[in-house]
């Protein structure tokens, strides 16, 4: 049974690291703003999920009080929403400038 749970926690880690790989593409290929932003972005994303995945065996493990184990979740719930932020941020720039490119390409 634990090696089903450990499965599935690595299975959680799928979306965000083939996110961050298709943005890694991107900067390789295009570095402005909103690759570097796609870039941080994917990046905090995927390192806030392997943390949540990780916190509870780290608990567990050295036996953490839940107000202190509320305090990381409480931080890292922060770091998440600062990365989502810069990725919002780099995908509208990025729906802009290909629109705007679009446009100009048909005139």
Do not use: H
Not at 21 to 29: F, Q, R, T
Not at 31 to 59: C, E, H, N, Q, R
Request: hydrophobic share 50%; net charge positive.
């Amino acid at each position: 049974m634990g090696n089903l749970v450990s499965l599935w926690s690595f299975i959680s880690w799928l979306p965000p690291l083939l996110i961050f790989l298709a943005s890694c593409y991107y900067l390789s290929k295009s570095a402005k703003v909103d690759s570097a932003l796609l870039f941080i972005g994917s990046g905090i994303g995927l390192l806030v999920t392997i943390f949540f995945s990780w916190m509870p065996y780290f608990v567990q493990s050295r036996y953490m009080p839940f107000a202190e184990a509320s305090k990381y979740y409480a931080i890292a719930g922060f770091i998440s929403f600062l990365g989502g932020i810069c990725f919002v941020v780099g995908f509208f720039i990025l729906i802009t400038n290909s629109v705007n490119s679009s446009k100009q390409n048909k005139i």
